[in-house]
T-cell receptor
Framework: GAVVSQHPSWVICKSGTSVKIECRSLDFQATTMFWYRQFPKQSLMLMATSNEGSKATYEQGVEKDKFLINHASLTLSTLTVTSAHPEDSSFYIC??????????????FGNGTRLTVT | GNSVTQMEGPVTLSEEAFLTINCTYTATGYPSLFWYVQYPGEGLQLLLKATKADDKGSNKGFEATYRKETTSFHLEKGSVQVSDSAVYFCALSTPQAGTALIFGKGTTLSVSS
């Protein structure tokens, strides 16, 4: 089945630094990837839709200058948390839909990245 | 807008008990419905899905039926195991290509032996 790989699985950084998270589709090409954020014991909140070759579409309330998304190829999207602060600590998850699947097909999820900002 | 409402957890059961986790949705058009499971320390895995009214999704002993008249997609299992302890998310997607999933808040299930 389709596999989405996310890296790193966890990262600890100091306040004020930037962190890049990679999301790769391993056996399919994804023109669209989705970035979610999950707070402890809460649901997944969609942050943005990453479109290959164009700008990402951000959900209301998500700072695009804070969370930079780049979808440079059909198999790679990156999320950079810029000037991270402790309130950015969270679990970030990427996902993609195999375009070979039907429009009703589920999303395939990466295993997530646990970001801790000290 | 589109939304998913799940019953509040946590749900605590003994092994072999019957499980129901309620899920209702609001959506325009005819969404597809999903249940995802997140085991401790892991990412989300698709558990089952249904793409049209009256469809029943099933996997690993879990079942859910797409009920359009009640806009529901309740998850059930006849006999839970300790290994079923996880967080369960109900989700929907609309038929348009390239749309993200909308998730409910998740329900934590804890099964004891």
């Amino acid at each position: 089945g389709a596999v989405v790989s996310q890296h790193p699985s966890w990262v600890i950084c100091k306040s004020g630094t930037s962190v890049k998270i990679e999301c790769r589709s391993l056996d399919f090409q994804a023109t669209t990837m989705f970035w979610y954020r999950q707070f402890p014991k809460q649901s997944l909140m969609l942050m943005a839709t990453s479109n290959e070759g164009s700008k990402a579409t951000y959900e209301q309330g998500v700072e695009k200058d804070k969370f930079l998304i780049n979808h440079a190829s059909l198999t790679l999207s990156t999320l950079t948390v810029t000037s991270a602060h402790p309130e950015d600590s969270s679990f970030y998850i990427c996902s993609a839909r195999d375009p070979g699947d039907s429009q009703n097909s589920p999303l395939h999820f990466g295993n997530g990245t646990r970001l801790t900002v000290t | 807008g589109n939304s998913v409402t799940q019953m509040e957890g946590p749900v605590t059961l003994s092994e072999e008990a019957f499980l129901t986790i309620n899920c209702t949705y609001t959506a325009t058009g005819y969404p597809s419905l999903f249940w995802y499971v997140q085991y401790p320390g892991e990412g989300l895995q698709l558990l089952l899905k249904a793409t049209k009214a009256d469809d029943k999704g099933s996997n690993k002993g879990f079942e859910a039926t797409y009920r359009k008249e009640t806009t529901s997609f309740h998850l059930e299992k006849g006999s839970v195991q300790v290994s079923d302890s996880a967080v369960y998310f109900c989700a929907l997607s609309t038929p348009q290509a390239g749309t993200a999933l909308i998730f409910g808040k998740g329900t934590t299930l804890s099964v004891s032996s």
